[in-house]
């Protein structure tokens, strides 16, 4: 069975400083993996994602995350945070190959963002 | 999102009561599904459909049953509401490339 861990349950960063959320994952075969970000009463909205080739991937507002088979990751980055970055960012997989394609989610990174 | 919408926004509820939610798109995919998100948990997979009338478990399904007699709704039943049902349900929908899209949400406390 997949599974999703987000090591770290709320951050906290000043704004203009850089970001990294961690997120680990347990599957024995390809995964896809997701970055979704939600606002608070808000829905999710997709940040990127991978599903083969470069393992750095580019994302919407300025994110980027990079997959290592290795370590078994795929952390998501940002150079220097913006105040509006403040929200719940959740890490999903998706077996590779599947035909119905169930998101397992980890459990959620809070990022509160300091002025 | 445009092509998902979820009802009610909020309800509240007896327990003991039956409560259905719906979720309805207008893309015309496949894939839809349900979730709950509890603080702590995550988003965690209630059932999900493959099709009209093909539905199956995800991993926390007990006190949950679903239907989909049309491609674009998929309705979520909780056949007798309990205080560990209350939380935030999500539905979703995926089309090609697992491009999935997320409803609004739905908040349910049963009192």
């Known amino acids: 069975a997949q599974s999703v861990t987000q090591p770290d349950i709320h951050i906290t960063v000043s704004e203009g400083a850089s970001l990294e959320l961690r997120c680990n994952y347990s599957y024995g075969a390809t995964p896809y993996l997701f970055w979704y970000v939600q606002s608070p009463g808000q829905g999710l909205q997709l940040l990127l994602k991978y599903f083969s080739g470069d393992t750095l991937v580019q994302g919407i507002k300025g994110f980027e995350a990079e997959f290592k088979r290795s370590q078994s990751s795929f952390n998501l980055r940002k150079p220097s945070v913006h105040w509006s970055d403040a929200a719940e960012y959740f890490c999903g997989l998706v077996a590779g190959g599947t035909s119905y394609g169930k998101l397992t989610f980890g459990q959620g990174t809070i990022l509160t963002v300091h002025p | 999102d445009a092509g998902i919408t979820q009802s009610p926004r909020h309800k509240v509820t007896e327990t003991g009561t039956p409560v259905t939610l719906r979720c309805h798109q207008t893309?015309?995919?496949?894939?839809m599904y349900w979730y709950r998100q509890d603080p702590g948990h995550g988003l965690r997979l209630i059932h999900y459909s493959y099709g009209v009338k093909d539905t199956d478990k995800g991993e926390v399904s007990d006190g949950y049953s679903v239907s989909r007699s049309k491609t674009e709704d998929f309705l979520l039943t909780l056949e007798s509401a309990t205080s560990s049902q209350t939380s935030v349900y999500f539905c979703a929908i995926s089309g090609q490339n697992y491009g999935y899209t997320f409803g609004s949400g739905t908040r349910l406390t049963v009192v």
């Open positions: 893309e015309n995919h496949r894939y």
